[in-house]
Nanobody, 121 residues
Framework: QVQLVESGGGLVQPGGSLRLSCAASGSIFSINAMGWYRQAPGKQRELVATIPRIGSTNYADSVKGRFTLSRDNAKNTVYLEMNSLKPEDTAVYYC???????????????WGQGTQVTVSS
């Protein structure tokens, strides 16, 4: 079993900040990329940011300069620091991890349950 447990969502005013966390646990051999996607009502799920185990972080243009993704490999945890939030950032945010459970397993994408972020005055 593999679990991705997200936390940190909520309601915030425009211009405010939130920090999302996602911890992967269970039978995990290694994790490649981790990151976040989001889905607003009536829209498709879209990339927010991803970070490989080693290397540069990739951000959606809409969040560059406002969001910061970081990772603690020892804890299998990824963090999304969101600043200068806008109403259009309102969405369900999903954590994802590309991992393999055993040394002989292929890398597969796992997803968290999602956490709601609402930006409103």
């Amino acid at each position: 079993q593999v679990q991705l447990v997200e936390s940190g969502g909520g309601l915030v005013q425009p211009g405010g900040s939130l920090r999302l966390s996602c911890a992967a646990s269970g039978s995990i051999f290694s994790i490649n990329a981790m990151g976040w996607y989001r889905q607003a009502p009536g829209k498709q799920r879209e990339l927010v940011a991803t970070i490989p185990r080693i290397g540069s972080t990739n951000y959606a243009d809409s969040v560059k300069g406002r969001f910061t993704l970081s990772r603690d490999n020892a804890k299998n945890t990824v963090y999304l620091e969101m600043n200068s939030l806008k109403p259009e950032d309102t969405a369900v945010y999903y954590c994802t991890a590309n991992l393999r459970r055993y040394v002989s397993s292929p890398y597969l994408a796992y997803w968290g349950q999602g956490t709601q972020v609402t930006v409103s005055s």
